[in-house]
C-alpha cells in the first residue's frame, strides 16, 4: 500500500507518482488515523536530516494541508510537454487547478518567465493556510518520536494557566470577501446583429418590462426594500402542488394525459405523479401560518407553465405566464403583496437550462459522431470563441418546437440542438465515465446536449440574443410581481457565462426599482461541476476562464462594479456540502463522531466548501437537511411514529446552527417521512383499505411495491418523497408526529371541495415536538447572531455518550449588544 513517492535512488521514481506528494511522516499520520490507531491530535515526529515540518492547526489538530507547501522554485511556472493525445492547448487551457497542480496558457508576463518558451505551463498549488487563532499545547514523547497537540493547556507542565483564547479576537474562517475594485474595458465588445426575428423577440422582452412597472405603479403598490445581508433569515421552501390547495376549480386545467385517463377509469396507476390540486391560492391562505411560525423567506418551487402538466413544474415552457394549474400572474402578484405586508419576502425556484413542450421532438435521428461534433462545436466555442460570434449550424439537429412555447422563444438558435445525452460517447463511452483529468468532456456533457428521455430540450445559453429574451422575461416578475429572489436549480447546467449575465442584470433592474440586494442563488456541488467556481460571484478570481465568460463579465463589469457585493455570478450555493454528512449521521448510517473525526468522511464536504468560499457568501446559503429532490429522511428507517422524531430534531438543529439561512421544507415541521407503511403488518392493513375503496388488486400490489423504499431505496418515485400536507390530498403519508401520522390516506381523486383553514387542518400540528422546536430554533438563530456566522470548531468529546456531533460557533466580528460572543453547540 504506496502512500507516497519512492525515494530518488529507487529507479521506479521515474514512472512513479502520486498526487499530492506527502512526506513519509503525513502517510503514517493518515494511516494510523484511518485504522483508529491515532485520533486528529496525534502525529509522528520524523528524526530525518531533512525534516522540518510540525503541523498544527487552528483546531489543534496535526493534519497537514492537502496540498504540500510548494518550497523553493516549486511554486514558479514551468514547462508542460503534451504526452497523451487528448492533451492539446485546448486540454490546458481547460485544466485550471486539477488536485494540487495549476495549468495555465503561457501569457508571457514576468510571473511565468520561468515557463520559458513553452505555450502550456504549470505550477505547484499553495494552500490556504489561513485558520482562526488559537493557543496550542503540543507533547512529545521522546521514546517513541510521536506527539500530540490539544487544546487542554493544563497539560503543558508550567504554563500560566490563565492564559485562554480571547474570543473577542476570533475571526471568522469564511467571512465574505468584497474583491478589489475592476478597471472595466473601455467599450464592450462587437457583436454579430441579431437576425430580424429576434430582435424583433429582444424589443417586445424591453416592451413588457415596461408594461410591467407601469402597471405596478398605476395599481398604487409600494415595493418592498431588499434587506441590508440575508444572513439572518429563515426560509421556507413550498412545494406548491402538494402543500395546500384553496382552490379546486383549477385542479383539472393542466394535468398530463395519463391523470386525466386515469381519474376517468377511477385507476391510481400513476397516483405519485399527478398532480395532486396544490396552487397559489391555497399558499396564500397559508401565509399566516408561516408568519406564526417564524420564518421570513418563503422559497416556491417552480411555478411557470409547462406544457405537459407536470406536478414539479421543473420542465418550464413558458416562463412568461403562471402555471393555470397554479393561479395566474395576478394571484402572483397579490400573494406577494399579502406576504410582504406579513414581512415575508417571496423567492421563486427557476429552472433555465432546458424547455418542454408538447411537439417538440428531433425530425431525424440523431447518431453518435453526429452529436459528437455538434458538442465539440459548442465546447470549444464556449472555452475559445468571442462573446456573440454566431455557431455554425452545420452539426446541429433540425428540431419541431410545438405550441407550447411563447412566440419570443421559438428560434432554433435559442437550442443547442446536438441531441440526447445518451449519444454523446467520447472515446465509445458515457461522459460521466471519463476521467478526472477530462474535465471539459464532462461539462461538455452535462452543457450541451439533451436530457436522454427526450423529454426537454437544451436552451444555447451561449447565444446573446436567448440571454437578453430569457433575462428580460425573468426581470418582468420583479417589475410586475415585486419578487424578493430567484433561486436556479441545475444552475450548473447552464453555461456560465449565461448565469454571470442573469445573476447581473437581474441585481442591477432590482436595484434600480428599489431593491437593491435581491436574492439570487443556484444549486451547485462542486465535486460533481467541473470549474464549478466559474458559477461563483468572484469568477473573475478563478484563474483560466472560457472565452465567453471573459467577455460576459467584460460587458457586465460596470452594472455588477455597482452592486453589492460586486459580483457578477451566483451570490451563494445550495444545497450546503455537509448536508449528506449530518443525514448519515442523523440517519443512524455513521457514528456521529465521523461527522468531524473521520477525515474520508468529510473530505469531499471540505473541498466543496474550500472551492465555494472564497467566490460566494457561504452565509447565504440554503441550508436544509432535507429537499424536495432526495427522499425524506425517515423513508429509509421505517418512520416510527414515536421513536424516529429525535432524527428530524437532530436535522432541524444542525440546520439552525450552521452557516447559512435555515431552510425548512414544508412538512419538516410536522415530522414528515414519505413512508405508505412502516412495517409489513402496516402494509396489509394498509392494503386492505385501498381494496376497500374498490381498488383493483394488482392496481394496489402495484402501488404499494412501487412505495416499498426496503426494496427500491432511492428507486422510490420522487412523488412519494413529495406528500401532500392537506386535508383532502390523495397522497398523505407517514409522519413523525403522532398527530399527522393518524390521518394517513392514500386516495382515488382529487378534492372534490375546498378544504378547511389551516388552524383546522389536522395535518397542522401545532402540538407536535418538532414543530415546537422548530418555532424555537427560530427564536433561538434570531437572538444569537454568532449562529449565524460561518466561524466553527469542533469539540472532541474526552469521555461519555459518544452519540453526539459538537462544535462551537464563533462571531466573525463583535460588538457590544450583538448577544454571546460565541455558542457551544450539541446534537444528540
Partial sequence: ELLYNLPDYDPRHETFDVEPYMSGSEASRRWMVERGLWSQHESIASGAEFAKELWVSSSCTTEAPFCPVPENSEGDWTCVGFTRPEQNMSWCRAQGISGCTEYAENDQSPDMASCGACSCCRRKVTPDLSGLPKTCCVLFNDLLLNYTITSDLSRCVGLDQSIHADLATVGARHNVTTPPPVTCPPSPPAYVAPTPEVQAAIEWSKDRLEFAERHFAERGLARMASVETWHAEVAYTVFVDRFANGNVKNDLLNIPDFQRKELERGQTWSLPRWRHGGDLQGLRSRLTYLHDLGVTVVVLSPIFANGRGEYHGFCTSDPTSVDPGF????????????????????????????ACGEGMKYSTEPNVDDVGRCVDQFENSYWNSSRGERLSDRDRLPLSLGGDLPLALKHPSFFVRCGPQSRFRPDGHAFTQVGEDQSSTRQAGSLWTDDSAGQSFRFNTLDVGFQTVYVNMLKWWIGYADIDGFSVSAASQSSADFISVLSTQMRHYAKQLGKHNLFVVGELSPSKTPFAAQWLGGARSTGPLPRRLQDALDETCELYQDLSPPWSGLLAAYPAPEVDNIRAVASGAHQPRAFFGDADFGAVAMADRATL????????????????????????????????????????????????????????????????????????????????????????????????????????????????????????????????????????????????????????????????????????????????????????????????????????????????????????
Wanted: hydrophobic share 40%.
Fill in 327 to 354: 393561479g395566474s400572474a395576478e394571484l402572483l402578484r397579490d400573494l406577494v403583496h399579502e406576504a410582504h405586508e406579513l414581512g415575508l419576502r417571496i423567492v421563486l425556484e427557476i429552472q433555465v437550462n432546458h
Fill in 613 to 828: 468560499a472564497p467566490h460566494s457568501d457561504l452565509q447565504a446559503t440554503l441550508t436544509s437537511f432535507e429537499s424536495s429532490s432526495m427522499p425524506r429522511l425517515l423513508s429509509k428507517l421505517g418512520g416510527d411514529a414515536t421513536g424516529d422524531a429525535w432524527r428530524v430534531q437532530v436535522g432541524l438543529a444542525w440546520s439552525f446552527t450552521w452557516y447559512g439561512i435555515p431552510t425548512i421544507l414544508n412538512g419538516v415541521e410536522m415530522g414528515f417521512n414519505g413512508l405508505c407503511f412502516n412495517s409489513s403488518e402496516d402494509k396489509l392493513s394498509l392494503q386492505a383499505e385501498l381494496l376497500e375503496q374498490g381498488m383493483a388488486p394488482d392496481e394496489v400490489d402495484d402501488l404499494l411495491e412501487a412505495c416499498d423504499y426496503t426494496t427500491r431505496g432511492e428507486r422510490v418515485d420522487q412523488g412519494f418523497w413529495r406528500q401532500d400536507f392537506f386535508a383532502g390530498g390523495p397522497l398523505r403519508l407517514g409522519a413523525a408526529a403522532p398527530g399527522v401520522q393518524a390521518q394517513r390516506h392514500i386516495g382515488r381523486s382529487l378534492m372534490g371541495a375546498n378544504g378547511p383553514h389551516w388552524c383546522e387542518d389536522p395535518l397542522v400540528d401545532r402540538d407536535n415536538s418538532i414543530y415546537q422546536l422548530t418555532r424555537a430554533l427560530i427564536r433561538i438563530r434570531r437572538s444569537c447572531s454568532a449562529l449565524r456566522t460561518d466561524s466553527e470548531t469542533a469539540a472532541e468529546l474526552v469521555s461519555g455518550d459518544h452519540n453526539q456531533v459538537a462544535y462551537w460557533k464563533y462571531h466573525g466580528t463583535y460588538a457590544p449588544g450583538q448577544g454571546p460572543r460565541a455558542m457551544f453547540i450539541v446534537l444528540q
